[in-house]
């Protein structure tokens, strides 16, 4: 019995030795390599904590981020694990930082987070073309990518994949850069003018061509979780997807194609992790978590002095003069909840459309808090004005569905928060009845398909519209702030007359 014991003692102990030793030749012949993949999307300008509407505590901020990702990296240099920091888009519009510095901020604060690599996500576009190539793009010390977007020539205007080796591993990392090809509808056309955005799955099958299967493709995209669906599922050389976008919280990573596809939501809410163990470009173990930056995190102390420094120079800012009315814009409940169109509502409206190139324009009364006395107008009247971070969304809507929703304002009883404003519609009141006259300048047809700007609010059905959230096939969120829009068009405009206001019908 001893003998037999013995002997189990010494197969246990050679089995030890002999595990022990494929482990060890595992990594001296390059065939593991163990990374985490750090990752967030979407910030939009968001580097602050802010009031999360589910738990009503302070949430996110760039400086809660940067102690998650710098105490992981840490842990991951004592266990040999390799870390990789990487945005999916979407740094600009969203806050008053962006506003006023246009990106400047989140750019020194990424430099600081140590991040690996960017793509380019829509809204990086918002305050043109040449801020984000020649004002940006050279502040940044990690590449932006995107492989398909050219200009008029054909050349590709940032940078399609970069290749990572890692000396303990032959395992090389592709991680190609992607944008969506709804940019030119969810930013200002001009901002894109002379820009061609190429379907991403035939770029990323022409490109990663080359790429063998003992690579690992990582696909850093910003299509939106439903592109990334079709990405991972048409090119089977990509094993992961870091996606942006669709603000989409991905608590486990979705599986298709060969493809693990993750997102982080936005707002700087979540850290996203995907630590994985690679054998010869094949994805061995992996396991994925999305941390929320809570109150309990601690802010690191370098970032949250830079943010402070910036919040500092804002203060002044925000009392800065953007521009003036000669007239009162009443925004007072009596005005923008009574079922009637006011020189606010359809000011607001106005820029919804212009912005988002749409026929009609749509807005909650409840959306609306202050009003614009005459004098000088400054950003914080505006964030006063518009304290909700409302987004446009462009929808399509026969005639006959748009009378629908006007209805259903016309119906809710004076003061309801759910009261229309509107632009680029005429229409009345015939005992108790909507009635349309005209769209534009021509007259309504209600079998026509017409396009509206709404908010995001309202766009899921809030205030019981339920009609465009019928409609979610048919909408595109732009990402564009109202209040931003707005705070533009004030710019420009440099002083609102009452003449220049009756011409916004």
């Known amino acids: 019995m001893r003998s037999a014991k013995r002997l189990y003692a010494v197969l246990a ?5 002999l595990a022990v030793s494929h482990a060890l030749a595992g990594m ?18 968001h580097y602050v904590p802010y009031k999360d509407w589910d738990s009503g505590s302070l949430m996110g901020g760039f400086a809660r981020a940067r102690t998650v990702m710098a ?3 840490k842990k991951n240099t004592a266990d040999n694990r390799e870390t990789l920091i990487l945005m999916g888009g979407d740094l600009l519009m969203g806050s008053v930082y962006c506003t006023t510095w246009r990106g400047r901020v989140g750019v020194q604060l990424m430099n600081m987070m140590k991040f690996n690599a960017m793509v380019v996500g829509n809204h990086e576009f918002d305050y043109g073309e040449k801020n984000l190539i020649t004002v940006l793009k050279p502040m940044m010390n990690f590449p932006l990518l995107s492989a398909n977007i050219r200009n008029e020539k054909g050349e590709r205007v940032f940078q399609s994949l970069i290749v990572k080796k890692f000396p303990q591993s032959s395992t090389r990392l592709v991680i190609i850069g992607l944008t969506t090809t709804d940019t030119p509808i969810s930013t200002l056309p001009e901002n894109v003018k002379g820009l061609v955005f190429d379907d991403p799955v035939k770029t990323a099958k022409d490109l990663l061509e080359p790429y063998n299967e003992q690579d690992l493709v990582i696909a850093l995209t910003h299509l939106g979780l439903d592109g990334d669906r079709m990405l991972a599922a048409s090119v089977r050389k990509i094993d992961v997807i870091i996606g942006g976008h ?38 061995a173990n992996y396991c994925a978590e999305l941390i929320p930056l809570i109150a309990q995190i601690k ?6 002095s830079v943010i402070n420094e910036y919040t500092s120079k804002l203060d002044a800012r925000l009392h800065a003069v953007v521009g003036k009315t000669d007239v009162l814009l009443d925004g007072s409940a009596a005005a923008v909840r009574s079922g009637k169109d006011s020189d606010l509502g359809r000011l607001i409206g106005f820029v919804m459309a212009l912005n988002s ?16 006395p005459p004098g000088d107008i400054t950003m914080a009247d505006v964030y006063t004005l518009l304290p909700f971070e409302n987004t446009v969304v462009k929808v399509e809507l026969t005639g006959e569905e748009l009378r629908t929703i006007l209805q259903r304002s016309a119906d ?30 021509a007259d309504f047809d209600p079998l026509k398909t017409y396009t509206v700007a709404t908010n995001n609010f309202l766009a899921v059905g809030g205030d019981g519209y339920d009609l465009f959230k019928e409609r979610a096939g048919t909408q595109i969120d732009t990402r564009l702030f109202i209040k931003d829009l707005l705070i533009g068009y004030i710019r420009k405009e440099k002083i609102l007359t009452r003449n220049s206001l009756d011409t916004i019908r």
């Open 357 to 372: 190139g749409s026929d009609v324009a749509v807005v909650n009364g409840g959306s609306i808090r202050s009003s614009l």
């Open 13 to 17: 102990l050679v089995f030890a030795v």
């Open 412 to 441: 809710l009883q004076p003061g309801s928060g759910g009261k229309l404003q509107t632009f680029g519609v005429s229409w009345s009141l015939h005992s108790g009845k909507v009635r349309i006259s005209r769209v534009g300048r």
């Open 71 to 73: 105490e992981i990296a």
């Open 246 to 283: 669709s603000h989409d919280a991905v608590i486990r990573p979705s599986q298709r194609g060969n493809a693990l596809i993750c997102q982080a939501g936005a707002y700087s809410k979540y850290v996203g992790r995907l630590d994985l163990d690679v054998k010869q470009g094949r994805i």
């Open 28 to 45: 001296e012949d390059g065939s593991l390599l163990k990374v985490s993949i750090l990752h967030m999307n979407d910030p939009h300008g």
């Open 299 to 304: 802010e690191d102390k370098k970032i949250a």
